[in-house]
């Protein structure tokens, strides 16, 4: 990525992941959002301070905007889009989103967790504290309720997280975080640009 990329972009960039434009728009991020390599940030993008994009995301704000808060991390594999003309998507603070995730046209809440493989579909509301779990399907328009886990395809309230499935959820964002750095120090250190 050339000075000019970094110029738009913020000072936020990957070693070797990919943030484009879409029609002169430029993904805005915070100075210390951590894109690996592999991931892409296309378009009508903002990600807030702390958060992180793992190998081979995609998120394209193309035919709408995606926002992503402070400390959020959207994990290998996963694809977060837009519905063009009716759904944007709203990531809050703090939110984990596992590997292998489809979110489209959503809003998922500060501090809701979103298990591997799961999809979040058009006009869905994952409340915060919140968890849909791994393998699961949201249906357009449904919403999960703070402090509720669903699960199956389509998936269903199972229980009330319990205060400690809560505080699990609060580590595992400090352990992203912290994860986040490491790999960026890490790839520094093999001499690549960019960060």
Known sequence: MGGDDRARAGSAVSVSGRILPYRGIWPKL????????????????????????????VVRGDVGS???????????????????????????????????????????????FIGMSATVLDGCVVEGDAMLAAGSLLAPGKRIPAGELWAGSPAKKMRDLAPEALEGFRRQVAHYARNAQVHRESLKDLGRTGL
């Open 30 to 57: 915070a100075d210390d959002v951590f894109i690996a390599p592999g991931a892409v940030v296309v378009g009508d993008v903002e990600i807030g301070a702390g958060s992180s994009v793992w190998y081979n995301a």
């Open 66 to 112: 995606i926002r992503i808060g402070a400390g959020a991390n959207i994990q290998d594999g996963t694809v977060v889009h837009v519905t063009g003309g009716a759904f944007d998507t709203a990531i809050g603070d703090e939110v984990l989103v596992g590997h292998r995730c489809m979110i489209h046209g959503c809003r998922l809440e500060d501090r809701a």
